[in-house]
């Protein structure tokens, strides 16, 4: 029997407004394997009303995600 395993890295960030979590994004992303990752919208009102910031935000996080996946090639 041999000692088997994986690292990956975990994200967990939001987009908040005014103090107000509008969006949740997380992902997991394997040193071997498929990135997960989810995006909650939390506050559809928040969410709706500055559309913008929240999706700027979405990108940047997407970004992090694959900054880390290609160091991990």
Same mark, same amino acid.
């Given at each position: 029997m041999a +000692?088997?395993?994986?690292?990956?890295?975990? +994200?967990?960030?939001h987009s908040e407004i005014e103090g107000v979590k509008a969006v949740y994004m997380s992902a997991t992303i394997p040193e071997n394997g498929m990135t997960t990752q989810t995006k909650t919208i939390m506050d559809k009102e928040v969410y709706e009303a500055n559309k913008e910031l929240c999706r700027a935000d979405m990108k940047a996080f997407d970004k992090m995600v694959e900054e880390i996946e290609d160091r991990n090639v």
């Open positions: +000692l088997k395993g994986n690292i990956s890295t975990s +994200l967990s960030y």
